[in-house]
């Protein structure tokens, strides 16, 4: 009898604490490529692995435009701006999994091994990223940094073999997040380095629970997270690539925010009592990359020519919905060193068809248009988009077949340079011109697979290098307004546009803010009852 009535009695005491537990649930567009972050470059990636799991040294604030302390409490660099000395927060915990426990908290160590994993061909754990460490690659970490050596249990050195301006702030992205080298050990010794990807331990305010593929991931509050327990007990993201499903969940309640909404949803939502919207000027750039190894795409005037045939203020309109500005380049007009003395690419296909003509091309020439299934930020309607694209290159004698391929596999055969012309974006991670510069145009991107041109110019590249060398801003700016120049007389991109970065969110949300660099942080976030 006592057994039997026992549940009866702990129940009433039970269900007030389940009752308060909150759950967000997030929208998304696609699944992460995995969870192992250094060994991917696409921000769906970086949203659900670095922002939600991990942490860095330092991170970027956006509000202030500043590098702020994240597990590094402090830093110092010397005069020579060579030697950048670390100090760690002495009270950062890993996470506590089924699968791993910690028994120490983080220490140099764990910096070590994150930087080394990358940089040491030799270390047990390089050869585990088959396709390598893109942005480790394209950022030339591995000839840029000489050192990186533990002081003291939280204090650590890193030393550059040459100056280099933008790295703090690189250090802010998802790729140089911190690992736990007790728990790479521990897998290493069970000969099961792979899990690392599936069955990830970070520092940051969730906890991975779940990750079923193209569908659900399920995360739970960090309890011992360093800056605070989340405000939310359960984090989801629901895998949702139509963006219409996307809305019509949001409405349902079965999300709280809605990512990378379509234009026009922004409008739909306007009169609903129960939605609202978040945004900002997003720190992006919605482009075609122009494959340059491939004929006849390596003759300029055949990429000029392609510049010149599309009609992009169209384009914008029917896909952006004017919800973006118009690109001229990389990067946005409000970024510092931006050339606002480039003419771009006005809309003339008479012009267009001379250059082929001059090129050899009279009678046009055949190629591939590739894009993704699925709407996002930088490419809201995928199909439209290629159409008015296939449209006016067929206007000036160019026959180009569109190939919708899934988004995972349109990312790895594109660093694998199999793609014509490719409808992709870049997000920059930290307001730093260089970020769009480096991962984009410098040759040894182009090894790392994210220069989507496949373009290498000794001229471009020392211009890239030489202002990522210098701290002076101004000539920085000198430098960087000379490689744009490059860029567009090469025409290795068609830029569309800079958007604005959205999402949608139930009223009963607060603490969210849009990131103008596409990062997520739901460590604030409050869902009310």
Not at 77 to 106: A, C, I, K, M, W
Not at 120 to 138: E, I, K, T
Not at 465 to 479: T, W
Request: with cysteine; charged share 20%; aromatic share 10%.
């Amino acid at each position: 009898m006592r057994l039997a009535a026992l549940p009866l009695l702990i129940a009433p005491f039970l269900l007030p604490a389940l009752a308060q537990a909150s759950t967000l649930s997030v929208c998304t567009e696609a699944s992460p490529d995995g969870f192992d972050v250094v060994q991917y470059n696409s921000l769906t990636t970086t949203n659900a692995s670095a922002d939600v799991l991990m942490n860095r040294l330092v991170d970027f604030d956006t509000a202030s435009g500043k590098l702020v302390p994240s597990l590094a409490e402090s830093w110092t660099v010397s005069e020579d701006g060579l030697t950048y000395d670390f100090t760690l927060r002495s009270n950062v915990s890993f996470h506590t999994t089924p699968y791993f426990t910690p028994t120490r908290q983080l220490t140099a160590d764990d910096v070590l091994f994150s930087f080394q994993r990358m940089l040491n061909a030799d270390h047990p754990w390089h050869a585990v990223a088959a396709s390598g460490y893109p942005h480790a690659q394209s950022m030339q970490w591995p000839s840029l940094i000489k050192n990186v050596e533990k002081t003291g249990e939280h204090s650590l050195r890193i030393t550059l073999n040459r100056p280099d301006a933008t790295f703090l702030a690189i250090l802010s992205m998802g790729f140089a997040s911190i690992y736990s080298a007790e728990y790479a050990d521990q897998l290493l010794a069970a000969g099961k380095q792979e899990l690392l990807n599936s069955q990830p331990v970070g520092t940051g305010p969730f906890v991975l629970k779940r990750f079923q593929k193209d569908a659900v991931i399920r995360y739970s509050a960090n309890p011992n997270y360093f800056a605070g327990k989340p405000a939310v007990d359960n984090l989801i993201y629901a895998i949702t690539p139509d963006a219409n499903v996307r809305l019509q969940k949001l409405r349902r309640g079965e999300c709280q925010i809605a990512l990378s909404p379509k234009p026009q949803d922004i409008q739909a939502i306007k009169n609903d009592p129960n939605l609202q919207s978040a945004h900002t000027a997003a720190f992006m750039t919605a482009f075609v990359g122009i494959n340059s190894q491939h004929a006849p795409l390596d003759k300029p005037q055949v990429r000029q020519a392609i510049n010149l045939a599309f009609d992009k203020a169209s384009y914008l309109q029917a896909v952006f919905e004017n919800s973006a500005e118009v690109a001229n380049g990389p990067y946005p007009a409000n970024t510092w060193s931006y050339n606002s003395e480039l003419p771009g690419y006005a809309h003339d296909p008479q012009k267009a068809k001379a250059l082929l003509k001059e090129a050899g091309l009279e009678n046009g020439f055949n190629t591939t248009i590739w894009t993704r299934p699925s709407g996002s930020l930088l490419n809201p309607n995928p199909s439209m988009g290629a159409q008015l694209l296939q449209a006016d290159l067929a206007e000036v004698g160019i026959k180009a077949d569109i190939r919708v391929i899934e988004w995972g596999e349109l990312i790895r055969r594109a660093k694998a340079g199999e793609h014509d012309l490719l409808f992709m974006g870049w997000a920059g991670d930290n307001g730093d011109p260089d970020n769009f510069l480096t991962p984009q145009f410098s040759c040894a991107s182009v090894e790392s697979g994210l220069n989507f041109a496949r373009y290498c110019d000794p001229t471009l590249d020392k211009l890239i290098s030489d202002g990522k060398a210098n701290s002076d801003q101004a000539e920085r700016s000198r430098l960087y307004k000379e490689a744009q120049r490059i860029i567009q007389e090469q025409a290795l991109w068609l830029p569309l546009a800079h958007p604005t970065a959205y999402a949608l969110l139930s009223k009963k949300v607060s603490g969210y803010t849009v990131s103008p660099f596409g990062r997520v942080d739901f460590s604030k976030v409050q869902v009310s009852r």
